[in-house]
């Protein structure tokens, strides 16, 4: 018999697992966006909030595999395979074979490497606050390919593909769903500062 988790065992899960901060404030920011999709696309929130924010659950301790073993921890725990397989399609074409079906694997899958892109972009900005950010300057971080190299910017365009939505849009619903967790994910910044 499944069990349907709560916020408060997926985030006691996430701190047992993981103790990076970085990739703890990458869940939360994951899980943010999930949530404000949900709601636009009339999903269930709590459910997309978890998957966001368990996404990543092996990462820290088993890099080289990855989405080998959350798996296993999911299933001790009694979640639902549904949970576990949307969490496996955001490794797909990476280290899954699991193909985003669902709207909800499809923008897990997308906005993963997409926060990661907007949260370096409103770092180097004087601000250094996402409540200010707009989709013109990830575009214009998105076209220098030395500026967070490691996102996959092929894999966001394919989901962007998926979802049915222009990149500007999908830029700019992700900033969306990021900025009621600013704070808890380092990104409140000073909007007050002038910024380029």
Partial sequence: MSHI???DEAWDLLTAHIESENLRRHCLAVAAVMEHFAKKMGEPPD?????????????ERHPDRHCEVTPIILREAGWPEDYIRAILSHGWKRVTDVEPVHPMEKVLFTVDELTGLIAATALVRPSRSILDLTPKSVKKKWKEKSFSAGVDRGLIEEGARMLGMELSELIAETIEGMKPVAASIGLEGNPATPSS
């Fill in 5 to 7: 988790p709560t916020r």
């Fill in 47 to 59: 459910k997309w909030y978890i998957i966001g924010l368990v996404h990543d659950l092996d990462y």
